[in-house]
């Protein structure tokens, strides 16, 4: 199973933008990689996926460097709201059984 | 928008009780996950399902047995609950799709306290 590695925690003012970054060394050829977010008393929701180079959606961009050892999630201008936890995973979605959270990034975000 | 329901936000058990916990996903999802949570330990995999009738164990399946007897339905059973097993418990559910990456939805979780 492939493992990753993130900060355990962050903090940052609103604004600002944030990155947080999670080393995957042993990531295979066929594996994604996705990351979540976690409020409190919450289920964790899907937020961004991505294979290579950049991913952009509305909420967040993904930077997947050639090597695709590491990955970057950046947050452009976080709000308050935006305190949670944040989970990367790596695995191959054809294998049910691949998919693992770890522990997870918490990011908090000050006025 | 996917919705995955849990039977109970909350619940409080005794030693040695039977406890279910169901989970009800509406999008026609084959593949089913049960977790659980603690303070600093992240998302532990307890058991999941790829299909009716089909379970797989996840890392920490022991204690516990699921059931998939419906595609939209996936329980969690604690035979005999303990103390060790308090606990948030996450149901999550995902489409397979061949040669594209699933993601997880997730429902709201239920704390469980054994006491």
């Known amino acids: 199973l492939a493992k990753t590695t993130q900060p355990i925690s962050m903090d940052s003012y609103e604004g600002q933008e944030v990155n947080i970054t999670c080393s995957h060394n042993n990531i295979a050829t066929n594996d994604y990689i996705t990351w979540y977010q976690q409020f409190p008393s919450q289920g964790p929701r899907f937020i961004i996926q991505?294979?290579?180079t950049k991913v952009t959606n509305e909420v967040a961009s993904l930077f997947i460097p050639a090597d695709r050892k590491s990955s970057t999630l950046s947050l452009p201008r976080v709000s308050l709201s935006d305190t949670a936890v944040y989970y990367c995973?790596?695995?191959?979605?054809?294998?049910?059984?691949?998919?693992?959270f770890g522990a997870g990034t918490r990011l908090t975000v000050k006025p | 928008d996917v919705k995955v329901t849990q039977s109970s936000r909350y619940l409080v058990k005794r030693t040695g009780e039977k406890v279910f916990l169901e989970c009800v996903q509406d999008m026609d999802h084959e593949n089913m996950f049960w977790y659980r949570q603690d303070p600093g330990l992240g998302l532990r995999l307890i058991y999941f399902s790829y299909d009716v009738k089909m379970k797989e164990k996840g890392d920490i399946p022991e204690g516990y047995s699921v059931s998939r007897e419906k595609k939209e339905r996936f329980s969690l059973i604690l035979e005999s609950a303990s103390t060790n097993q308090t606990s948030m418990y996450l149901c999550?559910?995902?489409?397979?799709?061949?040669?594209?990456?699933?993601?997880?939805?997730f429902g709201p979780g239920t704390r469980l306290l054994v006491l």
């Open positions: 999550a559910s995902s489409p397979w799709r061949a040669g594209q990456e699933e993601t997880q939805y």
């Open positions: 991505g294979y290579k």
């Open positions: 995973l790596v695995g191959d979605s054809s294998n049910n059984n691949d998919m693992r």
